[in-house]
């Protein structure tokens, strides 16, 4: 099944994500995982952990902050590399042209990445495509989308703030879609701004070297269509029109 192709599609980031383990998960090493058209270090990405404890005294409340990997930006700053100690990622922000290139860079990157570092296991693999969507003030929701907070008529009708979240499992063991709906900020005179965050994703839980490369972009192949169809199915021929 091919999907339409919009020539203003609402996407504002694109990331594919592999969620890995690796034998050794050092900055140092991953510090040599560079690629020419990634000059600028953009970034080090970082896992925060908060801990409150409780005991005879105050409660305490501490936090503290582990450097992952480093993520390096493109000259024209529209592309990200992230290598990471738990895997890598490749962000593409708007404007995203269509998934094709945006999977042949990535699996070119994947490649770069897999090289240095060596991955014992891949975990996890996903994408994750936000979309900004901008309806005039004061239409119904249900013209654009059929995902929506319907607020019960003996309340008062001007929603100033919404936001929901589901999950549903693919067919054929293909893995999870997220689908999350909710106002952004005003970016456009007379004009809500509307995020839809659609994300799929897969456990592997297997070796590096027992998934091949072929299976595993075909496993993207699987998730890419599943994030298209939930895409068309949350949007009405309205939303159709502003984007082509």
């Not at 607020?151 to 893995?175: C, H, K, M, R, W």
Request: glycine share 4%; with cysteine.
């Amino acid at each position: 099944m091919a999907f339409e192709i919009y020539k203003n599609a609402p996407i504002t980031e694109a990331v594919l994500d592999i969620r890995t383990r690796l034998n050794e998960p050092s900055l140092e090493r991953l510090s040599n995982i560079r690629d020419k058209d990634y000059p600028n270090l953009f970034r080090t990405p970082n896992l925060m952990e908060f801990k409150f404890s409780v005991g005879e005294g105050e409660p305490t409340f501490d936090t503290s902050s582990e450097q992952l990997g480093f993520s390096y930006r493109s000259a024209d700053e529209k592309n990200i590399f992230q290598v990471r100690k738990d895997g890598f990622s490749h962000n593409r922000l708007a404007p995203y042209t269509e998934w094709n290139s945006f999977s042949a860079e990535a699996r070119r990157l994947w490649l770069v990445y897999k090289a240095e570092a060596d991955p014992i296991d891949i975990e996890m693999i996903g994408l994750n495509y936000i979309n900004e969507i901008y309806i005039p003030f004061g239409v119904s929701f249900e013209d654009y989308f059929k995902t929506y907070v319907e607020v019960p008529p003996e309340l008062p009708q001007v929603l100033i703030g919404f936001s929901f979240t589901y999950l549903v499992l693919l067919p054929d063991n293909a893995g999870v879609l997220q689908i999350a709906q909710g106002y952004g900020p005003l970016k456009k005179p007379e004009h809500t701004t509307v995020i839809l965050n659609i994300q799929t994703s897969k456990q592997l839980n297997r070796k590096g070297a027992d998934v091949g490369e072929d299976e595993l972009w075909e496993m993207f192949e699987n998730l890419r269509f599943a994030k298209s169809q939930a895409f068309e199915a949350c949007i009405t021929d309205k939303v159709r029109a502003m984007i082509r």
